[in-house]
C-alpha cells in the first residue's frame, strides 16, 4: 500500500531532498539546489498540486512531477529512492499519477527517459510508447564568417512555429522559451532570402552556453547557426537538449565540432 500526497503539500526545501534522494545514482547528475528546482519547475509550468509525492508508512519513497498544458502533460520529473527501488513502487506511483491525470482531463502525457534507462519498461506497462530519439548536443562549435542578427519575439515566434517541422519536446515549445527569454536569453537568427533560415535562443551560464531551443530549415542552414555562435562565443561550450535525431541540426553538428553527449527516447500515452 502506498500513500499519495500533492507536491504542493512540501516546502521547496523539502521538496528539493525528495528530488534528490529519488535521483541518487541517477545516469547524469541531478543534485537540484531549492533554487535549481523552483527554476525548473518555474520554467517547465510543473503544476506541483498535481504533482505527486508517494510515501510508504509516512515516509516519502519517490515523486512525479507533472507539467499540464490545456490537455495535455508532461512529466517533468520521476524517481525512486534507492531503498525502495525494485519493489515495484515505480510503476504504482505512475499508474496512480496517470489515472488522476486522466481523471484531470488530460488527454495526452509525454516524457524522457536516457535510452539505456531501464525505467523505459515501466513506462510501456503504464502505456507509454516510444515516440523518437532526441540528443544532447554538446561542444564548442567552429567559429566562421557568419554573423547571426538578433531577433525580436514576433520574428523569433514565426521562425518557431515554421523550422519546427515536427511538434518541439515539451522544454523547447513556445511557453518554455519564452520563459527563457524573459530570464535574458537572446534570440539570434540567421537569413537566407529575407526570411530566418535557423535561429537559436541562448544564455551564458556557469561558463557554458546554454541553447534553450534552435531550429534551421536545413544543414547548410544549421552549419551557418553553429558558426555564428563559435564567433559569437568563441571557445564557450555549448548544450542543446532534445534535439530530435535527423534534423537539420543534428546533421550538421559534427561537423561544427559538436558531439551527442546523452541520447533519450520520447515517450507519448494517449487515452
Known amino acids: 500500500m502506498i500513500e499519495l500526497f500533492p507536491a504542493s503539500d512540501f516546502d521547496g526545501q523539502t521538496l528539493s531532498l525528495i528530488w534528490n534522494t529519488a535521483y541518487a545514482g541517477y545516469?547524469?547528475?541531478?543534485?537540484?539546489?531549492?533554487?535549481?528546482?523552483?527554476r525548473h519547475v518555474r520554467r517547465s509550468g510543473i503544476d506541483l498540486r498535481r504533482s505527486l509525492v508517494g510515501g510508504?508508512?509516512?515516509e516519502p519513497f519517490g515523486?512525479?512531477?507533472a507539467a499540464?498544458?490545456?490537455d495535455r502533460a508532461w512529466i517533468g520529473g520521476f524517481g525512486i529512492a534507492p531503498q525502495f527501488r525494485r519493489k515495484g513502487?515505480?510503476?504504482q506511483l505512475m499508474a496512480a499519477h496517470l489515472a488522476r491525470l486522466d481523471a484531470g482531463g488530460v488527454e495526452e502525457t509525454r516524457l524522457e527517459v536516457i535510452d539505456v534507462n531501464p525505467a523505459r519498461e515501466v513506462y510501456r506497462r503504464c502505456g507509454f510508447r516510444e515516440t523518437r530519439e532526441l540528443l544532447m548536443l554538446e561542444g564548442a562549435p567552429r567559429a566562421d564568417g557568419a554573423v547571426a542578427m538578433a531577433l525580436d519575439r514576433e520574428r523569433l515566434a514565426a521562425a518557431h512555429d515554421r523550422l519546427n517541422r515536427d511538434r518541439p519536446s515539451?522544454?523547447?515549445?513556445?511557453?518554455t522559451v519564452l520563459d527563457g527569454l524573459q530570464e535574458g536569453a537572446v534570440a539570434l537568427g540567421v537569413e537566407r532570402a529575407g526570411a530566418v533560415a535557423a535561429y537559436a535562443v541562448a544564455a551564458e551560464h556557469l561558463g557554458r552556453l546554454v541553447v534553450h531551443d534552435a531550429a534551421a530549415v536545413d544543414r547548410e542552414a544549421a552549419g551557418v547557426l553553429f558558426g555564428a555562435l563559435g564567433r559569437r562565443w568563441p571557445g564557450l561550450?555549448?548544450?542543446l537538449v532534445d534535439e530530435p535525431a535527423g534534423t537539420p541540426l543534428a546533421r550538421a553538428a559534427a561537423a561544427a565540432g559538436l558531439t551527442v553527449g546523452l541520447k533519450q527516447v520520447e515517450m507519448r500515452r494517449a487515452h
Do not use: D, K, Y
Request: proline share 6%; net charge positive.
Open 27 to 38: 545516469f547524469v547528475p541531478m543534485n537540484f539546489t531549492q533554487e535549481v528546482l523552483h
Open 237 to 239: 561550450s555549448i548544450r
Open 56 to 58: 510508504v508508512a509516512g
Open 68 to 70: 499540464v498544458r490545456g
Open 89 to 91: 513502487l515505480a510503476g
Open 63 to 65: 515523486l512525479s512531477l
Open 170 to 175: 515539451w522544454r523547447r515549445e513556445w511557453p
